[in-house]
């Protein structure tokens, strides 16, 4: 099983970015899907998750920290996991990964200054 995250990097305020993460080895289209980040110091956040259903059914939801600045998305033809964020803030640095409730990738940084 890996969870490859890309897309991290050095953000100014008020910028964007958009995370993604590259699956294999499980049936991603089947499972549950979120991101989840963790600032130096701090506890592990839950930031948004996506079910695994059909386009027309599939439900997103999120932190009350991005709720209405982020977008969660999937792929499942490429078994990608999506995350773009708008606006960012000093809050939002942090190390951020794709998660299952099984499997975690190594995740990637986001810095925004």
């Known amino acids: 099983v890996q969870l490859v995250e890309s897309g991290g990097g050095l953000v100014q305020p008020g910028g964007s970015v958009t995370l993604s993460c590259a699956t294999s080895?499980?049936?991603?289209?089947?499972?549950?899907m979120s991101w989840v980040r963790q600032a130096p110091g701090k506890e592990v956040e839950w930031v948004a998750g996506i079910t695994s259903l059909p386009s027309l059914f599939r439900a997103a939801s999120y932190a009350d920290s991005v709720k209405g600045r982020s977008t969660i998305s999937r792929d499942n033809a490429k078994d990608t996991l999506y995350l773009q964020m708008n606006s960012l803030e000093s809050e939002d640095t942090a190390h951020y990964y794709c998660a299952t409730k099984e499997y975690w990738g190594q995740g990637t940084q986001v810095t925004v200054s």
């Open positions: 080895g499980f049936t991603f289209s089947t499972y549950a």
